[in-house]
Protein backbone atom coordinates (compact mmCIF):
# COMPACT_ATOMS: atom_id res chain seq x y z
CA UNK A 1 0.00 0.00 0.00
CA UNK A 2 3.00 2.67 0.97
CA UNK A 3 4.02 1.32 -2.50
CA UNK A 4 1.14 2.67 -3.82
CA UNK A 5 0.36 5.73 -2.29
CA UNK A 6 4.20 6.82 -2.97
CA UNK A 7 3.76 6.34 -6.67
CA UNK A 8 0.29 8.48 -5.96
CA UNK A 9 2.19 11.45 -4.13
CA UNK A 10 4.65 11.97 -6.47
CA UNK A 11 3.17 11.01 -9.89
CA UNK A 12 3.76 14.42 -11.93
CA UNK A 13 7.01 12.71 -12.68
CA UNK A 14 4.64 10.48 -15.19
CA UNK A 15 3.19 13.52 -16.51
CA UNK A 16 4.67 12.89 -19.97
CA UNK A 17 3.48 9.35 -19.90
CA UNK A 18 1.21 8.87 -23.32
CA UNK A 19 -2.28 7.02 -22.29
CA UNK A 20 -4.16 7.38 -26.05
CA UNK A 21 -3.01 8.10 -29.37
CA UNK A 22 -5.45 9.32 -32.43
CA UNK A 23 -6.32 7.58 -34.94
CA UNK A 24 -2.93 7.76 -36.85
CA UNK A 25 -1.05 6.35 -34.00
CA UNK A 26 -0.32 9.35 -33.11
CA UNK A 27 0.66 10.47 -29.22
CA UNK A 28 -2.65 12.73 -28.10
CA UNK A 29 -3.72 12.52 -24.93
CA UNK A 30 -0.75 12.59 -21.54
CA UNK A 31 -0.85 11.69 -18.13
CA UNK A 32 -0.32 14.86 -16.84
CA UNK A 33 -3.22 16.50 -18.82
CA UNK A 34 -6.29 17.17 -16.86
CA UNK A 35 -8.75 15.88 -19.79
CA UNK A 36 -8.25 12.49 -21.42
CA UNK A 37 -9.52 12.00 -25.26
CA UNK A 38 -9.20 8.16 -25.44
CA UNK A 39 -10.11 7.94 -29.26
CA UNK A 40 -10.32 3.97 -29.17
CA UNK A 41 -13.01 3.81 -26.70
CA UNK A 42 -14.77 7.27 -28.42
CA UNK A 43 -14.57 8.51 -25.08
CA UNK A 44 -13.25 11.66 -23.16
CA UNK A 45 -12.45 11.56 -19.18
CA UNK A 46 -12.02 14.78 -17.36
CA UNK A 47 -10.63 15.10 -13.96
CA UNK A 48 -11.55 18.67 -13.69
CA UNK A 49 -13.85 18.18 -10.98
CA UNK A 50 -11.14 16.74 -8.93
CA UNK A 51 -8.33 18.12 -6.84
CA UNK A 52 -5.38 17.57 -5.25
CA UNK A 53 -4.02 14.00 -4.04
CA UNK A 54 -7.75 12.66 -5.10
CA UNK A 55 -6.97 13.95 -8.89
CA UNK A 56 -3.49 12.02 -8.74
CA UNK A 57 -5.47 8.68 -7.01
CA UNK A 58 -8.19 8.71 -9.66
CA UNK A 59 -5.66 9.42 -12.40
CA UNK A 60 -4.48 6.18 -11.06
CA UNK A 61 -7.09 4.10 -10.97
CA UNK A 62 -8.24 5.32 -14.48
CA UNK A 63 -5.06 4.44 -16.08
CA UNK A 64 -4.73 1.04 -14.41
CA UNK A 65 -8.21 0.60 -16.57
CA UNK A 66 -7.26 1.95 -19.92
CA UNK A 67 -4.05 -0.78 -19.23
CA UNK A 68 -5.89 -4.04 -18.64
CA UNK A 69 -6.18 -5.28 -21.78
CA UNK A 70 -8.80 -8.28 -20.56
CA UNK A 71 -11.54 -6.03 -19.10
CA UNK A 72 -14.27 -5.04 -22.15
CA UNK A 73 -16.44 -2.57 -20.53
CA UNK A 74 -13.57 0.14 -19.56
CA UNK A 75 -16.27 2.75 -20.82
CA UNK A 76 -18.55 2.16 -18.15
CA UNK A 77 -16.07 1.79 -15.37
CA UNK A 78 -14.37 4.86 -15.83
CA UNK A 79 -17.87 6.70 -15.72
CA UNK A 80 -18.34 4.78 -12.63
CA UNK A 81 -14.89 5.78 -11.19
CA UNK A 82 -15.56 9.44 -11.78
CA UNK A 83 -18.55 9.51 -10.57
CA UNK A 84 -17.59 7.55 -7.01
CA UNK A 85 -14.48 9.95 -6.88
CA UNK A 86 -16.17 13.20 -7.20
CA UNK A 87 -18.81 12.61 -4.42
CA UNK A 88 -16.43 11.06 -2.14
CA UNK A 89 -13.78 13.68 -2.13
CA UNK A 90 -16.72 16.05 -1.54
CA UNK A 91 -17.47 13.97 1.26
CA UNK A 92 -14.15 13.44 2.58
CA UNK A 93 -12.94 17.49 2.70
CA UNK A 94 -16.28 18.16 4.18
CA UNK A 95 -14.84 16.26 7.22
CA UNK A 96 -11.15 18.33 6.86
CA UNK A 97 -9.85 15.09 4.84
CA UNK A 98 -7.19 15.07 2.67
CA UNK A 99 -6.88 12.27 0.27
CA UNK A 100 -8.72 8.47 0.06
CA UNK A 101 -7.26 6.89 3.04
CA UNK A 102 -9.44 9.21 5.35
CA UNK A 103 -11.37 6.21 4.70
CA UNK A 104 -9.38 3.66 6.73
CA UNK A 105 -9.53 5.44 10.06
CA UNK A 106 -12.55 4.08 12.22
CA UNK A 107 -12.95 7.58 13.67
CA UNK A 108 -12.90 9.16 10.24
CA UNK A 109 -15.13 6.62 8.64
CA UNK A 110 -18.13 6.90 10.79
CA UNK A 111 -17.76 11.20 10.45
CA UNK A 112 -17.37 10.28 6.71
CA UNK A 113 -20.71 8.38 6.75
CA UNK A 114 -22.31 10.90 9.00
CA UNK A 115 -21.26 13.75 5.73
CA UNK A 116 -22.36 11.05 3.16
CA UNK A 117 -26.15 10.45 4.79
CA UNK A 118 -26.35 14.33 4.72
CA UNK A 119 -25.76 14.42 1.07
CA UNK A 120 -29.70 13.36 0.95
CA UNK A 121 -28.83 11.08 -2.50
CA UNK A 122 -31.15 7.91 -2.96
CA UNK A 123 -30.45 4.53 -2.66
CA UNK A 124 -29.17 3.96 -6.36
CA UNK A 125 -26.96 6.60 -6.32
CA UNK A 126 -24.90 5.35 -3.56
CA UNK A 127 -25.00 1.66 -4.49
CA UNK A 128 -23.17 2.90 -7.81
CA UNK A 129 -20.81 5.37 -5.70
CA UNK A 130 -19.85 2.64 -3.58
CA UNK A 131 -18.61 0.51 -6.26
CA UNK A 132 -15.40 3.29 -6.05
CA UNK A 133 -14.25 2.06 -2.48
CA UNK A 134 -13.65 -1.15 -4.01
CA UNK A 135 -11.40 -0.24 -6.95
CA UNK A 136 -9.67 1.70 -3.58
CA UNK A 137 -9.11 -1.16 -2.43
CA UNK A 138 -8.26 -3.53 -5.15
CA UNK A 139 -5.63 -0.82 -5.80
CA UNK A 140 -4.52 -0.98 -2.44
CA UNK A 141 -4.62 2.67 -2.14
CA UNK A 142 -6.99 1.84 0.71
CA UNK A 143 -6.89 -0.98 3.39
CA UNK A 144 -10.88 -0.91 4.29
CA UNK A 145 -12.83 -3.11 2.37
CA UNK A 146 -16.93 -3.02 1.89
CA UNK A 147 -18.36 -6.45 2.13
CA UNK A 148 -22.15 -5.66 1.60
CA UNK A 149 -22.87 -2.71 -0.61
CA UNK A 150 -26.62 -2.81 -0.57
CA UNK A 151 -26.94 -2.51 2.88
CA UNK A 152 -24.51 0.62 3.29
CA UNK A 153 -26.43 2.04 0.71
CA UNK A 154 -29.65 1.59 2.30
CA UNK A 155 -28.40 3.53 5.14
CA UNK A 156 -26.94 6.11 3.33
CA UNK A 157 -29.85 6.83 1.46
CA UNK A 158 -32.46 9.36 1.89
CA UNK A 159 -35.30 7.49 1.08
CA UNK A 160 -34.35 3.96 1.56
CA UNK A 161 -34.29 1.08 -0.85
CA UNK A 162 -37.71 2.65 -2.28
CA UNK A 163 -37.23 3.77 -6.04
CA UNK A 164 -40.09 5.86 -7.44
CA UNK A 165 -41.16 4.75 -10.57
CA UNK A 166 -40.99 7.07 -13.36
CA UNK A 167 -44.28 9.51 -14.06
CA UNK A 168 -47.09 7.44 -16.34
CA UNK A 169 -49.27 10.96 -17.29
CA UNK A 170 -52.94 11.42 -16.67
CA UNK A 171 -55.16 11.09 -20.16
CA UNK A 172 -56.79 14.48 -20.20
CA UNK A 173 -53.12 16.02 -19.58
CA UNK A 174 -51.25 13.38 -21.80
CA UNK A 175 -53.82 13.99 -24.94
CA UNK A 176 -53.59 17.62 -24.28
CA UNK A 177 -49.65 17.62 -24.53
CA UNK A 178 -49.55 15.00 -27.43
CA UNK A 179 -52.18 16.73 -29.35
CA UNK A 180 -50.88 20.27 -28.79
CA UNK A 181 -46.92 18.86 -29.90
CA UNK A 182 -49.07 17.63 -33.18
CA UNK A 183 -50.36 20.80 -33.74
CA UNK A 184 -47.52 22.38 -33.70
CA UNK A 185 -45.55 20.04 -36.23
CA UNK A 186 -48.06 20.15 -38.20
CA UNK A 187 -48.27 24.25 -38.24
CA UNK A 188 -45.01 24.99 -39.24
CA UNK A 189 -43.54 21.65 -41.12
CA UNK A 190 -43.85 23.06 -44.18
CA UNK A 191 -42.00 26.11 -43.46
CA UNK A 192 -39.59 24.60 -41.61
CA UNK A 193 -36.81 25.73 -44.34
CA UNK A 194 -38.04 29.48 -44.10
CA UNK A 195 -37.70 29.50 -39.83
CA UNK A 196 -33.98 28.44 -40.51
CA UNK A 197 -33.72 31.49 -43.11
CA UNK A 198 -35.12 34.20 -41.79
CA UNK A 199 -33.31 33.04 -38.18
CA UNK A 200 -30.17 33.54 -39.74
CA UNK A 201 -31.41 36.74 -41.23
CA UNK A 202 -32.03 37.80 -37.92
CA UNK A 203 -29.27 36.82 -35.73
CA UNK A 204 -26.54 37.98 -38.27
CA UNK A 205 -28.85 41.62 -38.12
CA UNK A 206 -29.04 41.61 -34.57
CA UNK A 207 -25.55 40.98 -34.22
CA UNK A 208 -24.49 44.20 -36.64
CA UNK A 209 -27.10 46.54 -34.84
CA UNK A 210 -26.44 45.92 -31.30
CA UNK A 211 -22.90 47.46 -32.12
CA UNK A 212 -24.94 50.55 -33.37
CA UNK A 213 -27.65 50.14 -30.59
CA UNK A 214 -27.58 50.32 -26.98
CA UNK A 215 -31.02 49.16 -26.14
CA UNK A 216 -31.54 45.62 -27.16
CA UNK A 217 -34.96 46.84 -27.70
CA UNK A 218 -33.75 49.06 -30.79
CA UNK A 219 -30.89 46.21 -31.96
CA UNK A 220 -33.80 43.86 -32.31
CA UNK A 221 -36.43 45.96 -33.79
CA UNK A 222 -33.82 46.92 -36.63
CA UNK A 223 -33.02 42.99 -37.18
CA UNK A 224 -37.10 42.55 -37.26
CA UNK A 225 -37.05 45.15 -40.37
CA UNK A 226 -34.36 43.47 -42.21
CA UNK A 227 -35.28 40.01 -41.80
CA UNK A 228 -35.97 38.59 -45.74
CA UNK A 229 -38.76 36.05 -46.88
CA UNK A 230 -40.96 36.63 -43.71
CA UNK A 231 -43.55 34.30 -44.15
CA UNK A 232 -47.24 35.36 -43.55
CA UNK A 233 -48.97 32.81 -42.61
CA UNK A 234 -48.03 31.83 -39.68
CA UNK A 235 -46.34 33.06 -36.60
CA UNK A 236 -42.74 33.00 -35.70
CA UNK A 237 -41.66 34.35 -32.65
CA UNK A 238 -37.63 36.68 -33.25
CA UNK A 239 -35.27 36.90 -30.29
CA UNK A 240 -31.22 36.52 -29.86
CA UNK A 241 -31.25 34.18 -27.04
CA UNK A 242 -33.72 31.35 -29.30
CA UNK A 243 -36.40 30.91 -26.44
CA UNK A 244 -38.77 30.21 -29.47
CA UNK A 245 -36.51 27.82 -30.75
CA UNK A 246 -36.40 26.26 -27.74
CA UNK A 247 -40.41 25.89 -27.81
CA UNK A 248 -40.16 24.27 -30.86
CA UNK A 249 -37.57 21.74 -30.26
CA UNK A 250 -40.19 20.88 -27.21
CA UNK A 251 -42.47 20.26 -29.41
CA UNK A 252 -40.39 18.33 -31.64
CA UNK A 253 -39.45 16.30 -28.57
CA UNK A 254 -42.33 15.42 -27.29
CA UNK A 255 -43.84 14.01 -30.60
CA UNK A 256 -40.19 11.70 -31.23
CA UNK A 257 -40.65 10.68 -27.25
CA UNK A 258 -44.38 10.00 -27.13
CA UNK A 259 -44.75 7.80 -29.68
CA UNK A 260 -41.68 5.32 -29.64
CA UNK A 261 -41.18 4.71 -25.99
CA UNK A 262 -37.16 5.88 -26.25
CA UNK A 263 -35.17 6.84 -23.31
CA UNK A 264 -33.82 10.43 -23.68
CA UNK A 265 -30.55 9.33 -24.47
CA UNK A 266 -31.57 7.55 -27.67
CA UNK A 267 -33.62 10.16 -28.91
CA UNK A 268 -30.49 11.91 -28.70
CA UNK A 269 -28.86 9.89 -30.77
CA UNK A 270 -31.13 10.52 -33.58
CA UNK A 271 -30.45 12.23 -36.74
CA UNK A 272 -31.66 12.74 -40.40
CA UNK A 273 -31.47 9.35 -41.37
CA UNK A 274 -33.31 7.32 -38.06
CA UNK A 275 -36.52 7.45 -39.81
CA UNK A 276 -37.02 4.72 -42.00
CA UNK A 277 -40.27 2.68 -43.09
CA UNK A 278 -39.53 -1.15 -43.42
CA UNK A 279 -41.97 -3.13 -45.81
CA UNK A 280 -42.81 -6.31 -45.46
CA UNK A 281 -45.44 -8.67 -46.72
CA UNK A 282 -47.48 -6.03 -48.15
CA UNK A 283 -47.40 -3.79 -44.63
CA UNK A 284 -45.09 -0.90 -44.15
CA UNK A 285 -43.96 -0.18 -40.49
CA UNK A 286 -42.25 2.97 -39.71
CA UNK A 287 -39.71 2.82 -37.31
CA UNK A 288 -36.98 5.17 -35.73
CA UNK A 289 -33.56 3.98 -36.08
CA UNK A 290 -30.59 4.83 -33.11
CA UNK A 291 -28.22 3.86 -30.67
CA UNK A 292 -29.19 1.71 -27.12
CA UNK A 293 -28.42 3.50 -23.96
CA UNK A 294 -27.96 0.18 -21.95
CA UNK A 295 -24.88 -1.12 -23.83
CA UNK A 296 -23.73 -4.80 -23.65
CA UNK A 297 -21.63 -6.59 -21.45
CA UNK A 298 -18.94 -5.12 -23.96
CA UNK A 299 -19.68 -1.93 -22.80
CA UNK A 300 -20.33 -1.43 -26.60
CA UNK A 301 -23.50 0.55 -28.03
CA UNK A 302 -26.40 -1.21 -30.09
CA UNK A 303 -27.96 -0.22 -32.64
CA UNK A 304 -31.53 -0.62 -32.19
CA UNK A 305 -35.15 0.14 -33.46
CA UNK A 306 -38.59 1.15 -32.16
CA UNK A 307 -41.85 1.56 -33.81
CA UNK A 308 -43.71 4.65 -34.44
CA UNK A 309 -46.11 6.65 -36.01
CA UNK A 310 -45.71 8.82 -39.28
CA UNK A 311 -46.32 11.64 -37.43
CA UNK A 312 -42.45 11.51 -36.38
CA UNK A 313 -40.92 11.40 -39.35
CA UNK A 314 -41.96 15.30 -39.79
CA UNK A 315 -41.26 16.50 -36.03
CA UNK A 316 -37.52 15.11 -37.11
CA UNK A 317 -37.55 17.01 -40.65
CA UNK A 318 -38.76 20.26 -38.70
CA UNK A 319 -35.71 19.56 -36.02
CA UNK A 320 -33.02 19.02 -38.66
CA UNK A 321 -34.24 22.04 -41.31
CA UNK A 322 -35.48 24.95 -38.60
CA UNK A 323 -31.73 24.41 -36.75
CA UNK A 324 -30.06 24.21 -40.02
CA UNK A 325 -29.02 27.96 -39.51
CA UNK A 326 -27.68 26.86 -36.47
CA UNK A 327 -25.83 23.64 -37.55
CA UNK A 328 -23.77 25.40 -40.76
CA UNK A 329 -22.68 28.32 -38.19
CA UNK A 330 -20.90 25.02 -36.12
CA UNK A 331 -19.53 23.55 -39.62
CA UNK A 332 -17.51 27.21 -39.85
CA UNK A 333 -16.48 26.77 -35.99
CA UNK A 334 -15.16 23.22 -37.00
CA UNK A 335 -12.87 24.43 -39.22
CA UNK A 336 -10.59 26.04 -37.05
CA UNK A 337 -10.38 22.89 -35.44
CA UNK A 338 -6.64 21.52 -36.33
CA UNK A 339 -6.23 18.07 -34.85
CA UNK A 340 -8.74 15.07 -37.88
CA UNK A 341 -9.76 13.51 -34.53
CA UNK A 342 -11.15 16.15 -32.71
CA UNK A 343 -12.89 17.83 -36.03
CA UNK A 344 -14.69 14.88 -36.94
CA UNK A 345 -16.32 14.02 -33.11
CA UNK A 346 -17.18 17.72 -33.17
CA UNK A 347 -18.63 17.47 -36.53
CA UNK A 348 -20.29 14.71 -35.74
CA UNK A 349 -21.94 16.39 -33.12
CA UNK A 350 -22.90 18.74 -35.04
CA UNK A 351 -24.95 16.12 -36.84
CA UNK A 352 -27.34 15.39 -34.46
CA UNK A 353 -30.69 16.05 -34.12
CA UNK A 354 -30.88 17.87 -31.07
CA UNK A 355 -28.37 21.19 -31.49
CA UNK A 356 -27.52 24.32 -29.66
CA UNK A 357 -27.02 28.03 -30.86
CA UNK A 358 -23.56 28.61 -31.98
CA UNK A 359 -23.83 32.33 -30.55
CA UNK A 360 -24.99 31.46 -27.13
CA UNK A 361 -22.56 30.86 -23.82
CA UNK A 362 -21.92 26.68 -24.66
CA UNK A 363 -19.24 25.35 -26.27
CA UNK A 364 -20.73 21.97 -27.51
CA UNK A 365 -22.76 21.25 -30.48
CA UNK A 366 -24.99 18.88 -29.28
CA UNK A 367 -27.94 19.76 -26.91
CA UNK A 368 -27.56 18.08 -23.48
CA UNK A 369 -30.13 17.24 -20.92
CA UNK A 370 -30.61 20.90 -19.68
CA UNK A 371 -31.49 22.41 -22.67
CA UNK A 372 -33.86 19.51 -23.65
CA UNK A 373 -35.25 20.02 -20.20
CA UNK A 374 -35.76 24.10 -21.07
CA UNK A 375 -37.36 22.93 -24.07
CA UNK A 376 -39.77 21.00 -22.64
CA UNK A 377 -40.58 23.13 -19.78
CA UNK A 378 -41.14 26.17 -22.40
CA UNK A 379 -43.33 23.75 -24.28
CA UNK A 380 -44.97 22.51 -21.30
CA UNK A 381 -46.02 26.35 -20.28
CA UNK A 382 -46.75 27.56 -23.06
CA UNK A 383 -50.14 25.31 -23.24
CA UNK A 384 -51.05 26.41 -19.58
CA UNK A 385 -52.96 23.26 -18.86
CA UNK A 386 -53.56 23.07 -15.16
CA UNK A 387 -54.27 19.21 -13.51
CA UNK A 388 -58.02 18.79 -12.35
CA UNK A 389 -59.48 16.78 -9.60
CA UNK A 390 -59.84 13.82 -11.93
CA UNK A 391 -56.25 14.10 -13.75
CA UNK A 392 -55.20 14.06 -9.51
CA UNK A 393 -56.93 11.12 -9.03
CA UNK A 394 -55.42 9.41 -12.20
CA UNK A 395 -52.15 10.59 -11.47
CA UNK A 396 -52.20 8.70 -7.57
CA UNK A 397 -53.37 5.81 -9.31
CA UNK A 398 -50.89 5.64 -11.97
CA UNK A 399 -48.22 6.60 -9.98
CA UNK A 400 -48.49 5.28 -6.29
CA UNK A 401 -44.76 5.56 -5.78
CA UNK A 402 -45.57 9.18 -6.26
CA UNK A 403 -49.04 10.06 -4.36
CA UNK A 404 -49.74 13.30 -3.56
CA UNK A 405 -47.15 15.40 -6.25
CA UNK A 406 -49.36 16.34 -8.47
CA UNK A 407 -51.87 18.99 -6.74
CA UNK A 408 -54.91 20.78 -8.33
CA UNK A 409 -54.11 23.24 -10.42
CA UNK A 410 -50.86 22.37 -10.89
CA UNK A 411 -48.93 21.96 -13.87
CA UNK A 412 -47.44 18.56 -14.72
CA UNK A 413 -44.11 19.21 -15.58
CA UNK A 414 -42.73 15.86 -17.52
CA UNK A 415 -39.31 14.07 -17.21
CA UNK A 416 -38.05 12.67 -20.71
CA UNK A 417 -38.66 8.96 -19.01
CA UNK A 418 -42.15 9.93 -18.41
CA UNK A 419 -43.18 9.27 -22.19
CA UNK A 420 -41.64 5.99 -22.06
CA UNK A 421 -43.41 4.77 -19.18
CA UNK A 422 -46.86 6.70 -20.67
CA UNK A 423 -46.30 4.46 -23.67
CA UNK A 424 -46.11 1.20 -22.11
CA UNK A 425 -48.94 2.37 -20.03
CA UNK A 426 -51.40 3.22 -22.90
CA UNK A 427 -50.15 0.95 -24.90
CA UNK A 428 -51.62 -2.04 -22.83
CA UNK A 429 -54.71 -0.21 -21.52
CA UNK A 430 -55.65 0.54 -25.07
CA UNK A 431 -55.62 4.48 -24.84
CA UNK A 432 -52.30 4.94 -27.19
CA UNK A 433 -54.82 5.70 -30.46
CA UNK A 434 -56.64 8.33 -28.57
CA UNK A 435 -53.35 10.41 -28.51
CA UNK A 436 -52.84 10.21 -31.96
CA UNK A 437 -53.85 12.67 -34.56
CA UNK A 438 -56.74 11.71 -36.71
CA UNK A 439 -54.89 11.84 -39.62
CA UNK A 440 -53.14 8.60 -38.49
CA UNK A 441 -55.33 5.75 -37.91
CA UNK A 442 -54.76 2.13 -37.09
CA UNK A 443 -55.60 -0.55 -39.63
CA UNK A 444 -57.53 -2.95 -37.29
CA UNK A 445 -58.88 -0.86 -34.09
CA UNK A 446 -60.65 -4.17 -32.45
CA UNK A 447 -57.36 -5.53 -31.72
CA UNK A 448 -55.69 -4.91 -28.71
CA UNK A 449 -53.26 -2.16 -28.77
CA UNK A 450 -49.99 -4.47 -27.58
CA UNK A 451 -50.88 -6.56 -30.20
CA UNK A 452 -50.64 -4.47 -32.97
CA UNK A 453 -46.96 -3.34 -31.22
CA UNK A 454 -46.16 -6.97 -30.96
CA UNK A 455 -47.09 -7.26 -34.58
CA UNK A 456 -45.11 -4.50 -35.96
CA UNK A 457 -42.13 -5.91 -33.47
CA UNK A 458 -42.07 -8.67 -35.31
CA UNK A 459 -42.32 -7.22 -38.96
CA UNK A 460 -39.60 -5.72 -38.42
CA UNK A 461 -37.39 -7.85 -36.75
CA UNK A 462 -38.01 -10.00 -40.26
CA UNK A 463 -36.42 -7.12 -41.85
CA UNK A 464 -33.45 -7.55 -39.63
CA UNK A 465 -33.95 -4.51 -37.20
CA UNK A 466 -33.29 -4.98 -33.59
CA UNK A 467 -35.95 -3.95 -31.66
CA UNK A 468 -35.92 -2.76 -28.08
CA UNK A 469 -36.31 -5.52 -25.91
CA UNK A 470 -35.86 -3.41 -22.82
CA UNK A 471 -38.98 -1.68 -24.02
CA UNK A 472 -41.03 -4.53 -24.52
CA UNK A 473 -40.30 -5.85 -21.18
CA UNK A 474 -41.44 -2.45 -19.80
CA UNK A 475 -44.73 -3.22 -21.62
CA UNK A 476 -44.98 -6.61 -20.55
CA UNK A 477 -44.55 -5.53 -16.86
CA UNK A 478 -46.73 -2.71 -17.21
CA UNK A 479 -49.48 -5.48 -18.51
CA UNK A 480 -49.60 -7.53 -15.86
CA UNK A 481 -50.34 -4.61 -13.60
CA UNK A 482 -52.93 -3.82 -15.70
CA UNK A 483 -54.43 -7.20 -15.33
CA UNK A 484 -53.42 -7.16 -12.03
CA UNK A 485 -55.41 -3.45 -11.22
CA UNK A 486 -58.52 -5.08 -13.25
CA UNK A 487 -58.93 -8.30 -11.58
CA UNK A 488 -58.12 -6.76 -7.77
CA UNK A 489 -61.00 -4.41 -8.63
CA UNK A 490 -63.56 -7.44 -9.70
CA UNK A 491 -62.58 -9.61 -6.70
CA UNK A 492 -62.76 -7.40 -4.63
CA UNK A 493 -64.12 -3.50 -4.53
CA UNK A 494 -66.60 -3.76 -7.97
CA UNK A 495 -70.72 -3.70 -6.43
CA UNK A 496 -72.19 -5.51 -9.19
CA UNK A 497 -70.88 -7.47 -12.44
CA UNK A 498 -72.54 -9.15 -15.09
CA UNK A 499 -71.47 -11.97 -17.83
CA UNK A 500 -71.39 -15.56 -17.41
CA UNK A 501 -67.88 -15.35 -15.63
CA UNK A 502 -68.64 -11.63 -13.75
CA UNK A 503 -72.06 -13.34 -11.98
CA UNK A 504 -69.70 -16.31 -10.96
CA UNK A 505 -67.49 -14.34 -9.72
CA UNK A 506 -69.79 -12.32 -7.80
CA UNK A 507 -71.65 -15.69 -6.41
CA UNK A 508 -68.60 -16.57 -5.19
CA UNK A 509 -67.73 -13.18 -3.20
CA UNK A 510 -71.00 -13.49 -1.57
CA UNK A 511 -70.46 -16.60 -0.43
CA UNK A 512 -66.57 -15.96 0.85
CA UNK A 513 -65.17 -18.67 -1.25
CA UNK A 514 -61.45 -18.80 -0.71
CA UNK A 515 -60.52 -19.33 -4.21
CA UNK A 516 -61.15 -15.28 -4.44
CA UNK A 517 -57.96 -13.88 -4.16
CA UNK A 518 -57.59 -10.59 -1.84
CA UNK A 519 -54.22 -9.73 -2.19
CA UNK A 520 -52.32 -7.97 -5.21
CA UNK A 521 -49.53 -9.94 -4.16
CA UNK A 522 -51.20 -13.26 -4.89
CA UNK A 523 -53.10 -11.95 -7.87
CA UNK A 524 -49.96 -10.76 -9.60
CA UNK A 525 -48.50 -13.81 -9.16
CA UNK A 526 -51.42 -15.79 -10.62
CA UNK A 527 -50.76 -13.54 -13.58
CA UNK A 528 -46.98 -13.72 -13.83
CA UNK A 529 -47.63 -17.66 -13.78
CA UNK A 530 -50.05 -17.51 -16.86
CA UNK A 531 -52.90 -19.17 -14.52
CA UNK A 532 -55.14 -15.47 -14.82
CA UNK A 533 -55.41 -13.74 -17.39
CA UNK A 534 -57.82 -10.88 -19.00
CA UNK A 535 -58.30 -9.67 -22.53
CA UNK A 536 -60.12 -6.03 -22.63
CA UNK A 537 -62.92 -5.65 -24.99
CA UNK A 538 -65.43 -2.34 -25.84
CA UNK A 539 -68.16 -4.21 -23.64
CA UNK A 540 -66.08 -5.62 -20.91
CA UNK A 541 -63.38 -8.03 -20.20
CA UNK A 542 -62.89 -11.91 -21.07
CA UNK A 543 -60.83 -14.39 -18.99
CA UNK A 544 -60.17 -16.57 -21.35
CA UNK A 545 -56.16 -16.86 -22.05
CA UNK A 546 -56.51 -17.62 -25.83
CA UNK A 547 -59.48 -15.07 -26.89
CA UNK A 548 -58.86 -13.42 -30.15
CA UNK A 549 -61.15 -10.40 -29.31
CA UNK A 550 -63.21 -11.39 -32.38
CA UNK A 551 -65.56 -13.84 -30.17
CA UNK A 552 -69.43 -13.47 -29.27
CA UNK A 553 -69.53 -11.63 -26.11
CA UNK A 554 -72.89 -12.23 -25.53
CA UNK A 555 -72.52 -15.55 -24.79
CA UNK A 556 -68.81 -15.74 -24.02
CA UNK A 557 -69.09 -18.00 -21.06
CA UNK A 558 -65.39 -16.21 -19.99
CA UNK A 559 -67.52 -12.66 -20.06
CA UNK A 560 -66.80 -9.72 -16.78
CA UNK A 561 -68.99 -6.46 -17.28
CA UNK A 562 -68.30 -4.11 -15.09
CA UNK A 563 -69.93 -1.10 -14.29
CA UNK A 564 -68.03 1.37 -16.21
CA UNK A 565 -67.90 -1.20 -19.06
CA UNK A 566 -72.07 -1.32 -18.55
CA UNK A 567 -72.68 2.36 -19.00
CA UNK A 568 -70.15 2.51 -22.05
CA UNK A 569 -72.86 -0.07 -23.70
CA UNK A 570 -75.74 2.20 -23.45
CA UNK A 571 -73.74 3.90 -26.79
CA UNK A 572 -73.77 1.04 -28.01
CA UNK A 573 -77.32 -0.13 -27.73
CA UNK A 574 -78.80 2.88 -29.57
CA UNK A 575 -76.76 2.09 -32.35
CA UNK A 576 -77.60 -1.37 -32.29
CA UNK A 577 -81.89 -0.05 -32.16
CA UNK A 578 -81.37 2.78 -34.99
CA UNK A 579 -79.68 0.00 -36.95
CA UNK A 580 -82.53 -2.26 -36.55
CA UNK A 581 -85.19 0.46 -37.18
CA UNK A 582 -83.93 1.29 -40.47
CA UNK A 583 -83.81 -2.51 -41.47
CA UNK A 584 -87.49 -2.59 -40.71
CA UNK A 585 -88.67 0.91 -41.74
CA UNK A 586 -87.16 0.20 -45.27
CA UNK A 587 -88.96 -3.12 -45.49
CA UNK A 588 -85.58 -5.06 -46.38
CA UNK A 589 -86.20 -9.41 -45.33
CA UNK A 590 -83.19 -10.01 -43.35
CA UNK A 591 -84.56 -11.88 -40.56
CA UNK A 592 -81.14 -12.97 -39.92
CA UNK A 593 -79.76 -9.94 -39.53
CA UNK A 594 -82.74 -8.31 -37.47
CA UNK A 595 -82.54 -11.60 -35.16
CA UNK A 596 -79.26 -10.72 -33.79
CA UNK A 597 -79.52 -7.42 -33.66
CA UNK A 598 -82.49 -7.68 -31.44
CA UNK A 599 -80.39 -10.92 -29.30
CA UNK A 600 -77.29 -8.11 -28.73
CA UNK A 601 -80.13 -5.44 -27.20
CA UNK A 602 -81.47 -7.80 -25.28
CA UNK A 603 -78.09 -8.87 -24.00
CA UNK A 604 -76.94 -5.45 -23.16
CA UNK A 605 -80.56 -4.73 -21.48
CA UNK A 606 -79.63 -7.73 -19.46
CA UNK A 607 -76.19 -6.43 -17.92
CA UNK A 608 -77.69 -3.03 -17.41
CA UNK A 609 -80.45 -4.28 -15.52
CA UNK A 610 -78.19 -6.42 -13.86
CA UNK A 611 -76.13 -3.27 -12.59
CA UNK A 612 -79.02 -0.98 -11.82
CA UNK A 613 -78.88 1.20 -14.68
CA UNK A 614 -81.79 2.71 -16.20
CA UNK A 615 -83.45 2.30 -19.92
CA UNK A 616 -86.34 2.06 -21.45
CA UNK A 617 -86.56 -1.56 -22.97
CA UNK A 618 -86.52 -2.04 -26.27
CA UNK A 619 -89.96 -3.67 -27.98
CA UNK A 620 -90.07 -5.46 -31.36
CA UNK A 621 -93.39 -4.14 -31.92
CA UNK A 622 -92.53 -0.12 -31.27
CA UNK A 623 -89.40 -0.35 -33.22
CA UNK A 624 -90.03 1.64 -35.87
CA UNK A 625 -93.03 4.18 -34.92
Keep these: MKEVLKFIDSNNIYDDLIVSFDTEGNPYSYYGSDKWYLWSLSFNVSFSRLSGTFKSTVKYLVHKVISNDSLKSKKSVIKNIIEGAVIFEKCITGCNGVSYDFIDDDEDFRRLLVEAKSRSLKFKTWKNNLVFLSHLHNAEVITREIKNYEELALYLSVSGASVSQAVCIPESIASKYYGEALSVIETYYSYRNEISSCYDDYVSEYLESSKRYKSNI ?131 K ?98 AMTSWYANQANIASYVDMMIDQDLQDEIAGENQNYMTDVFYHIYNEAETLAGHEGRRIKNLRAEGDTRIYLNREEIRKQVQDGRLSIVEHPGGYCTNPDCDRICDMTTCQYKIVTKDKAKKLVNIREKLIIKYNDIESLGLDMPNVTSKLFYEIRSIEQVLSEHHLEYVAFNKKDAYL
Excluded at 323 to 344: G, L, T
Excluded at 355 to 370: D, F, I, N, S
Excluded at 400 to 412: A, C, N, T, V, Y
Design 350 to 447: VDSLFVTLPYMRGHRPEAGKQSLAHSLNTFVKSIGYRATKDDVQEFDLLNPSRKGELKIGQMLKVHPHAFRRTFAVYLVRNKLASLLDIKYQFKHMNI
Design 218 to 348: SARRYALKNVKRLPKNIDIQFDYSGSWLSWLRGACYTVIAAFTGCRDGEIKSFDIDSYQEKKYAGMTVPVLHGLDTKPNAGGVARHTSWVTIPSVKKAILLLWDAFSFAREKWREKADSIVHPDERNAFLE
